[in-house]
């Protein structure tokens, strides 16, 4: 689950980690009040405009600006508040707006320029450990600087027996190349992000900029925080900062039915149980010439009103021209899949685009003569190649 940067700023400031101060506001008026209040807290006199949304980038879209007054921070909220943000990672669709995030100024006016660091917390799978990844390139894309300038990129891997080790954040402060305050206080960052990436069962922290001010203080400037699902049951109150606003429709539906979905950009629908299962679909619908419209994998406890709940949520994009549903009856059993078939055509109404359906394993037998006695237009299927060769004919 992703957050906003307003929301990571919170956790990590409730963890003890230094942070760019910021007010959430969802409105130009509050915005101006947001300012204020600001200025009252921190004494500062530019603000920065940040708007709020799940993707990085926003500077180049127009999405983070400075005010200088508070005419500016009014200004520059109508602008942001509204507008279809466009960055390299949202797609030419862009994402809408809804809040903004008003922010002190930390980069000094007449001070000598600030210095700015990349840190990330992650897990490095290959090692099965979580790694720090920082750099001396703060505030540019890390995918870049890991291409162009890869011995830039340090990372320092946590042994879970120990965790993090005092040296360990010591070695992070001196490879960044920091001295006198200004390595106490990177330290001290360092320590508490780590803490508060294992306290809230994190999948990564990702701080770019890391900011060095001109008197040597180490502040979160940015902030991205990616939460482990699996894990949201031991946080009720992280779950509950959810913005289902920045997530696809079609996958917030999805969950309501405990269905994992992932909407991709192709023109065949697939509806299949088990996550390998689907995965093998996918390759099958690729080699027949078509292209998989979605992930879905509707689990191993499938019913009618799952099976059903699956057909509507594949329905509503515009794109999908067939439906494959690649059913292996082990736990489920195919007459029950089969029965989740008929019901959602006679529910739905006429589907107009071909449906594939292919059952094997347990009760398979009965499963397709349910669907060849239904009298609906559906194609059955024995062999996964026979059906990618129905998927040919009708894509």
């Not at 320590?191 to 203080?217: C, M, Q, R, W």
């Not at 979160?220 to 946080?235: F, G, I, M, P, S």
């Not at 347990?362 to 026979?386: F, M, R, Y």
């Amino acid at each position: 689950m992703n957050l906003h940067e307003y929301q990571s700023k919170s956790i990590l400031k409730g963890y003890g980690v230094a942070i760019q101060e910021g007010i959430v506001a969802n409105s130009p008026e509050e915005a101006v009040e947001a300012a204020k209040e600001l200025q009252r807290l921190t004494g500062t006199g530019w603000w920065v405009i940040k708007a709020q949304i799940h993707a990085g980038g926003r500077g180049k879209g127009g999405g983070v600006k400075l005010a200088k007054s508070l005419d500016d921070v009014k200004e520059i909220a109508k602008q942001i508040i509204g507008m279809q943000l466009i960055t390299p990672q949202t797609g030419p669709e862009g994402k809408k707006v809804h809040k903004i995030l008003v922010a002190q100024d930390v980069y000094y006016p007449g001070a000598s320029k600030p210095e700015e660091y990349y840190v990330s917390v992650l897990l490095d799978r290959s090692a099965g450990r979580n790694i720090i990844m920082y750099s001396t390139e703060g505030g540019m894309d890390i995918e870049k600087v890991a291409e162009e300038t890869p011995h830039l990129i340090f990372k320092e891997e946590i042994d879970p027996k120990t965790g993090l080790i005092p040296f360990q954040a010591r070695r992070i402060a001196f490879n960044l190349g920091l001295q006198g305050g200004a390595h106490k206080e990177m330290v001290k960052f360092i320590t508490s992000l780590y803490k508060a990436y294992e306290g809230i069962d994190a999948a990564l922290f990702e701080i770019n900029p890391v900011l060095k001010t001109s008197d040597d203080k180490i502040l979160a400037v940015d902030a991205k925080v990616n939460l482990d699902d699996n894990a949201l049951y031991r946080h009720r109150d992280l779950a509950e900062m959810r913005d289902i606003t920045e997530e696809d429709p079609a996958e917030v539906e999805a969950g309501k039915y405990n269905l994992n979905f992932i909407k991709l950009n192709g023109n065949v629908g697939c509806m299949v149980n088990g996550a390998g299962l689907a995965m093998a679909t996918m390759d099958i619908i690729k080699l027949s010439g078509g292209d998989p419209a979605n992930f879905l994998d509707v689990g191993g406890s499938a019913n009618a009103e799952t099976v059903e709940a699956g057909f509507r949520i594949i329905l509503k994009d515009p794109s999908v021209k067939a439906i494959l549903l690649n059913i292996f009856g082990g736990i489920v059993r195919c007459d029950r899949v089969a029965q989740g078939v008929v019901d959602a055509y006679n529910k739905i109404g006429d589907i107009k685009i071909p449906v594939i359906v292919r059952l094997q394993g347990t009760n398979a037998v009965e499963g397709k003569q349910l669907i060849d006695q239904s009298g609906l237009k559906v194609h059955s299927a024995i062999t996964l190649q026979e059906a990618a060769n129905i998927v040919r004919k009708v894509v």
